[in-house]
């Protein structure tokens, strides 16, 4: 039995460790890294989609210059150990492009490997601003503005548009809420208009949030500035309208998306949320949708319109510049602009996406709407 | 060989697991669109599925029972294989020989890919063998180890960053960091038993990853730190490959290393007062034995092997936040020691190199990874509860002339 | 002073929350000694069960009682299979296995269940249907203590009170009893280890099934991961308490969730759970077993 056991162990070693022959350069090889398992995988698992939508449309259409796209899909669970796992992987595979990761700090650990190899990597909701803004990175590009670029909208609409004075800063603790919220915090103490008279984090997955939203009321906050995803932000907001705390709610883009709305019904009536501009009219957008709810037959999930954005400007740059050589698509993406569901966009020399502006909606009649 | 009872039984437990599963695979609901989709195929394959399985238990029982009873010479015998096989001088040098040539050559014949998994697999097999010394020998049990991990990690990570200091000088830092972190922990939770003790470990290892996840102003909180320097090689850049090379040897000499360390510490007068405080806490006591320091000693060695590992975890991923450090990572670490088997040291490494190396092949079955990893989990535990290799007690035996 | 009574209460809701969860735990160490670690993730599974037979219910018109009482039912029938048939598969074989084995056993078993559920539905966030009206008395102190609690509170209460019965005046509880003093003693006076040991398993899981559905109709949504910091929080108050004692588990939930909710009020939420943490150790600092746990002497 034992025996048994060790030979198959061997041998199941052995066919894996065999290098994949055969499947040569006759197709691109697009990689797809993120969260697919684990308490993220809501994050990471509608980039998927994403990517197998418009790359089964661009294959049925005869492939990129004739080329076909090969998908490879491989998970990271968040984690920068296990991106790096998944980055040498899918470089000893010979991707050619990579749509990921999900979280910032794997797409930081996972980075240099890229780079060593010469890949482009371009990630739907990787927000941290070092990312583009260190020139550490030269391979990566995003579809989602940083959090910096965020925070300074939402602060400019608290303050100039709202002409609040007291405001509370409340995060996840995560990567991407507490980094939205220390520059949220920054820019209200550089305005000198407001004053922040509460940073706090809450755990995400609490069992209960209404001792922070007691500390909320108690500080005398006009509103509650919130960086974070919108698990707790619907949990946050429907318990301040539990107690009664009729504060208002202004948030980032993990909160716009429309399982926010659902999760936390009528209560997030009124709340405010920034998000790249408007996108519900573009005919990309609902058709994405609308291809989304015909192939997996439910509504795409968070980041889903930013991976299909990156997965076209991705693959519309191998096709112009022929090649998926990293100078080459880098150049293909910063002159060449791409129709996407997010807008027509091109790219910076950072990496930065050029195009995707942000501006602040609302929740009115449960739907979100640009002010 | 299936009598009609066992085969009605299985239809009956088959109806079971169709009734169990029946929310969950069968009905899926939209609240909003307030559509319910109703999924009865997979009740059908549930249904088949636990069938199956059923039966393959059924033969594989029936084999066992029905097999020519084996040879019953002596208890002896019950020693598995492999510590049989090692226990030959011969034998042994030739196996380890054999070993070392495999290891040596192995990332000249695989991808980098492979070669970066081993190495992740071989920092297990450390910290596999640190945590066997507190769980498997000084039988504390411990469910805060990552915390120490972090310790290191972290050490490296922050010297680096702020005072340059390389990959060498911190090893030995951040190794002494965690030990002295083990003992202060050791120290509150001296008087605790059994798990009382593992939920305070448990405690200790969540407020470390608490504390790196908020003190911002000295973690950088939890967008981590990033661009760690990988180890030079006599003051050389190397190229990613060639780090990723060097990081390999670096791990097997280590692997070595910690094998010969923890086999003598086990053989020491320490290691036979582990366990002896294992097995008998008062005995032990009666003996002499200075049950307050040895806890300590326990705590302090496993501890500084993690926090070695973390040293060189820190600079193999070149960036690490507080999400590495969580609950789950003890889990596994302690899955390695119970699954390769409490106390061996062959164990401990068969354990760490499945449990590691399993998900990342498991990385086919895409997104039924996790759930097969449960699974295998749990049968592995069922089918050898004492772990798959079991520790040679030492034993004497009295022979009639 | 409005502000200290406003945390004590949310610390309170909290703690009621816990020892929902908590009991289940502790039930089942003092039977077996084994920490459940898919406990939290029978919590898990019913509030999905509740949640899908809830919304089935009301897209097929049936009046809010009705789905209150149908949904709680079945989400208590569902977690109790669950939790008869995980002991059943992944306990009892290793009754007599190294202490440790079943605590892996545990862990791969919560594991596979967070991922089945993951896998049969969904890794997305549900909104949870409010089974739980605002009541209209209720209304001048909503901003205190919300309908949601005070269902909360007076079933916490209830369960505590028949769950106090059972253990010490019926048959099955005095067995309970037994079994957890000594197992093999309980065997030779007659009773049915195995059926006791399912039993507990059962009465567990269902406490765990309730809490399910009050917590994910008070917090409003769930998902496949609920289970996981909510059982280890549990398990905790558990302990805090003395686990096996079930007045321990209930005072340990109370103790931890008034703790948090204070840390969180008077200091910050940032570090709410090192205070939860490192109130434990230091009440196992001079209570070794808990706070009404049973000091064990050893016989030598």
Redesign the interface.
């Given at each position: 039995m034992?025996k048994k056991l060790f030979l198959a162990?061997a041998a199941?070693?052995l066919a894996?460790?065999v290098?994949v022959a055969g499947s040569a350069a006759d197709t691109i090889k697009f990689g797809v890294a993120g969260a697919?398992?684990?308490d993220l995988a809501s994050y990471g698992l509608p980039t998927v989609n994403a990517a197998k939508i418009v790359i089964e449309k661009v294959n049925a259409n005869g492939g990129i210059n004739g080329k076909m796209v090969e998908l490879l899909?491989?998970?990271d669970v968040?984690?920068?150990?296990v991106?790096?796992?998944t980055a040498?992987?899918l470089?000893?595979?010979g991707v050619n492009v990579v749509l990921g990761h999900i979280?910032?700090?794997a797409t930081?650990?996972a980075l240099?490997?890229y780079k060593?190899?010469g890949v482009l990597v371009m990630s739907p909701s990787a927000t941290?601003p070092?990312l583009t803004q260190s020139g550490?990175y030269p391979n990566f590009a995003r579809t989602i503005a940083p959090d910096d670029a965020q925070a300074k909208v939402d602060v400019e609409f608290a303050l100039n548009t709202l002409g609040y004075t007291k405001i509370a800063v409340v995060h996840d603790?995560?990567?991407y809420g507490?980094?939205f919220a220390?520059f949220a915090k920054k820019f209200l103490e550089d305005s000198g208009k407001a004053e922040v008279v509460l940073f706090e984090?809450v755990t995400p997955g609490a069992v209960d949030y209404s001792a922070i939203v007691q500390k909320i009321k108690q500080s005398g906050a006009e509103a509650v500035m919130f960086g974070g995803y919108h698990p707790e932000a619907s949990k946050i907001i429907g318990m301040m309208r539990k107690k009664r705390l009729k504060v208002d709610f202004i948030s980032d883009d993990g909160v716009k998306d429309n399982t926010f709305i659902?999760v936390a019904g009528k209560d997030s009536e009124g709340a405010y949320a920034s998000g790249p501009k408007d996108t519900t009219k573009n005919p990309l957008s609902i058709q994405a949708v609308e291809e989304h709810k015909k192939m997996f037959?439910?509504d795409p999930g968070a980041f889903f319109e930013n991976a299909y954005s990156a997965t076209l400007a991705m693959l519309n740059a191998i096709d112009k510049a022929d090649s998926t050589d990293l100078d080459a698509l880098k150049k293909a993406l910063q002159t060449e602009k791409v129709d996407t569901p997010i807008g027509n966009i091109y790219f910076d020399e950072k990496g930065d996406a050029i195009g995707v502006g942000f501006s602040v909606y609302q929740v009115k009649n449960g739907e979100f709407v640009e002010l | 060989m299936f009598s009609l009872k066992t085969l009605r039984t299985g239809v009956l437990i088959s109806l079971?697991?169709v009734?169990?599963?029946f929310?969950?695979?069968v009905?899926?609901?939209?609240?909003?669109e307030?559509?319910?989709?109703w999924r009865w195929k997979?009740a059908l394959l549930v249904g088949i599925g636990t069938f199956l399985i059923y039966l393959v238990v059924q033969y594989l029982n029936y084999r066992k029972e029905h097999q020519p009873p084996a040879k019953v010479e002596d208890t002896k015998d019950q020693v598995s294989?492999i510590h049989k096989f090692i226990a030959d001088p011969i034998q042994r040098k030739l196996l380890f020989g054999g070993l070392l040539v495999i290891a040596a050559i192995f990332p000249f014949?695989?991808?980098?890919?492979?070669t970066?998994?081993m190495i992740?697999a071989l920092m297990y097999v450390v910290l596999g063998l640190g945590l066997n010394i507190v769980?498997g020998m000084a039988g504390l049990?411990d469910l805060g180890f990552v915390a120490f991990y972090a310790v290191g990690a972290y050490s490296y990570a922050l010297l680096n960053h702020h005072f340059g200091l390389g990959f060498w000088e911190v090893l030995p830092i951040g190794g002494g960091l965690a030990a002295i972190a083990g003992i202060l922990l050791g120290f509150?939770?001296l008087?605790?038993?059994g798990?009382?003790l593992?939920?305070?470990t448990?405690?200790?290892g969540?407020?470390i990853r608490?504390?790196l996840?908020?003190w911002?102003e000295f973690s950088k909180?939890?967008?981590?730190i990033?661009?760690i320097s990988r180890p030079g090689f006599l003051g050389m850049e190397l190229?990613?490959?060639g780090s990723?090379l060097y990081m390999y040897y670096i791990m097997i000499a280590f692997m070595i290393f910690t094998i010969f360390v923890v086999n003598r510490l086990q053989d020491s007068r320490l290691g036979r007062a582990w366990i002896a405080l294992r097995e008998d806490e008062?005995?032990c006591q009666a003996m002499g034995i200075d049950k307050q320091k040895t806890k300590l000693a326990a705590f302090s060695l496993g501890a500084f092997w993690a926090g070695l590992m973390g040293v060189i975890?820190a600079a193999?991923?070149?960036?690490?936040?507080p999400?590495?450090f969580t609950?789950l990572e003890s889990?596994i670490i302690?899955?390695i020691v119970?699954?390769g088997g409490?106390g061996s040291i062959v164990g401990v490494i068969i354990g760490a190199l499945?449990l590691i190396?399993l998900p990342?092949?498991l990385?086919?079955l895409?997104?039924?990874?996790?759930?097969a990893?449960?699974?295998?989990?749990?049968a592995m535990?069922?089918f050898r509860?004492?772990?798959m290799i079991a520790t040679v007690r030492r034993t004497y035996r009295f022979q009639k002339k | 002073m409005d502000y200290f009574i406003e945390l004590f209460c949310s610390g309170l809701s909290r703690g009621a929350i816990y020892a929902l969860i908590a009991l289940g735990y502790t039930m089942v160490?003092g039977i077996i000694?084994l920490?459940n670690f898919a406990h939290g993730e029978i919590y898990m599974?019913g509030a999905?069960?509740s949640?899908?037979?809830a919304?089935?219910l009301?897209?097929l018109g049936f009046p809010l009682l009705a789905i209150v009482a149908l949904s709680g039912v079945?989400a208590a029938v569902?977690a109790s299979?669950?939790g008869y048939?995980i002991e059943k598969?992944?306990y009892k074989?290793?009754r007599h296995?190294?202490r440790?084995?079943?605590?892996?056993?545990a862990?791969?078993?919560?594991?596979?269940?967070?991922?089945?559920?993951l896998?049969?539905?969904?890794s997305d966030f549900?909104?949870f249907?409010e089974l739980i009206p605002d009541f209209e008395f209720m209304e001048p102190i909503a901003h205190i203590v919300g309908s949601s609690d005070i269902v909360i509170f007076i079933t916490t209460a209830v369960v505590m009170a028949v769950l106090t019965y059972v253990i010490k005046f019926t048959r099955i509880g005095k067995a309970m009893r037994a079994t957890a003093q000594d197992r093999t003693m309980a065997m030779l006076v007659g009773i049915n280890v195995n059926n006791i040991i399912s039993a507990t398993f059962i009465i567990g899981s269902a406490l765990a099934a309730i809490g399910g559905l009050l917590i994910a109709s008070h917090i409003g949504q769930i998902n496949f991961y609920i289970g996981f910091l909510a059982g280890?929080k549990a398990?905790?108050a558990a302990?805090l308490g003395g686990?096996g004692s079930i007045p321990g588990a209930v005072l340990g939930s109370f103790i931890l969730g008034l703790t948090e909710s204070f840390a969180t009020g008077y200091v910050s939420s940032?570090?709410e759970?090192?205070f939860a943490?490192?109130l434990?150790?230091l009440i196992?600092?001079f209570k070794?077993?808990?706070l009404l746990g049973k000091a064990?002497t050893?016989k030598?």
């Open positions: 034992k162990a199941m070693c894996i460790s290098p697919h398992s684990g899909v491989e998970d968040c984690k920068p150990e991106a790096t796992n040498t992987k470089v000893s595979e979280c910032s700090g930081k650990a240099p490997i060593n190899a941290n070092d550490e603790k995560g990567d507490k980094g220390e984090g659902k037959g439910t | 079971w697991f009734f169990l599963t929310p969950l695979m009905i899926k609901v939209d609240p909003l307030r559509i319910i989709q997979n294989f014949v695989v991808s980098t890919y492979q970066n998994i992740t769980v049990l509150p939770v008087r605790l038993r798990d009382y593992a939920i305070v448990l405690g200790f969540e407020i608490l504390v996840e908020n911002s909180g939890p967008s981590g990033s661009n190229s990613l490959e990723i008062i005995a975890f193999k991923t070149t960036f690490i936040n999400a590495s609950f889990a302690l899955s119970v699954l409490m499945v190396l990342e092949y990385r086919a895409s997104e039924y990874r996790m759930l990893f449960g699974a295998i989990l749990v535990m069922i509860p004492q772990g | 160490y000694g920490i599974i999905f069960t949640f899908i037979v919304t089935v009301s897209i079945a569902w299979a669950y048939t598969i992944a074989p290793l296995a190294p440790l084995s079943p605590l892996i056993s862990i791969g078993m919560s594991i596979f269940l967070q991922n089945y559920v896998l049969a539905q969904t549900l909104p249907p280890i398990f905790t302990v686990i940032d570090y759970d090192v943490f490192s434990l150790v196992l600092l070794p077993s808990g064990e050893q030598v």
